[in-house]
C-alpha cells in the first residue's frame, strides 16, 4: 500500500488495515499519529459487548457459563476494569524503562490488537447455533488462533510505540502483569478497610441511638 492511502484511509477503517499488517500499521501510527482514540473505545465496548454476548448467546450445548448464576454487570466491570488496569501499569513500568508511548497510545494499540478476537468471538456464538456438540473444538481452536493473533498485534504494537527490542517488551509485559497484580491486592486492601470501616461507623451509630 502507497504511503498516501495513509493519509486519505478513514480513522475507522484503519484498525483493519493494521488487522493484516501490524508493522507498516502500527509504525505509520507512531510517526503520523494515525490512531483514533474514538475508533479504539468503540473496540473495547464491542470486546465488552462481545464478552457478554458470548455469555449470554452460545449455543447451550458449546456454553461453558450458567446464564443464570452469570452476573453480566460483574463481567463489564470486570472487563473494563482489567483493560484500564493493564493499561495504566503499562504505562508506568514503561515509562520508567525509557518507553516513548503515551498512555493514549497503550491504549489505542491494546484496542486495536482486540479487533481479531472481537471479530472471531462473535462469529463463533453465531456458529455455535449451527454446530453439533463434537464440532465445537472448531470453534475453540478459532478462538485460540484469534487469541495469539492478538497477542501477535500486542508485541509488534507496543514495540512500536515504545520503540523497544522485543526482549524489552516482553520484559514490559512480565511487569504490566506484576503491576496489575498488586492494584489487585491495593484495591483488596482498601475494599477491606472500607468494610471495617463501615461496620464499626454502624456500630458506633447503633449505640449512640440506644
Known amino acids: 500500500m502507497k504511503r498516501s492511502g495513509f493519509q486519505t484511509m478513514s480513522p475507522y477503517r484503519y ?3 493494521i488487522l493484516f499488517h501490524p508493522k507498516d500499521g502500527f509504525q505509520e501510527m507512531k510517526a503520523n499519529k494515525k490512531g483514533s482514540l474514538t475508533a479504539a473505545g468503540i473496540i473495547v465496548l464491542l470486546w465488552l459487548f462481545v464478552e457478554v454476548f458470548y455469555r449470554a448467546f452460545t449455543d447451550y450445548d458449546l456454553n461453558p457459563f450458567e446464564i443464570e448464576s452469570t ?10 476494569m482489567m483493560y484500564v488496569m493493564a493499561c495504566v501499569a503499562n504505562w508506568c513500568f514503561c515509562t520508567l524503562l525509557d518507553g516513548k508511548g503515551r498512555m493514549t497510545d497503550i491504549f489505542i494499540v491494546g484496542a486495536y490488537s482486540l479487533l481479531p478476537y472481537v471479530i472471531v468471538r462473535f462469529v463463533t456464538v453465531l456458529l455455535s447455533w449451527l454446530l453439533i456438540q463434537d464440532e ?7 478462538v485460540v488462533l484469534a487469541q495469539v493473533w492478538c497477542c501477535i498485534m500486542i508485541l509488534i ?3 512500536e510505540i515504545h520503540e523497544y527490542s522485543m526482549k524489552k517488551v516482553l520484559l514490559s509485559l ?4 506484576v503491576g496489575i497484580v498488586i492494584m489487585l491486592f491495593l484495591a483488596l486492601v482498601l475494599i477491606m478497610l472500607f468494610q471495617q470501616l463501615y461496620y464499626f461507623v454502624a456500630t458506633v451509630s447503633f449505640e449512640l441511638r440506644y
Open 71 to 80: 452476573s453480566l454487570f460483574r463481567v463489564s466491570v470486570i472487563t473494563i
Open 15 to 17: 484498525p483493519l488495515y
Open 174 to 177: 512480565f511487569l504490566t502483569v
Open 136 to 142: 465445537g473444538i472448531l470453534i475453540s481452536y478459532s
Open 157 to 159: 504494537g507496543l514495540q
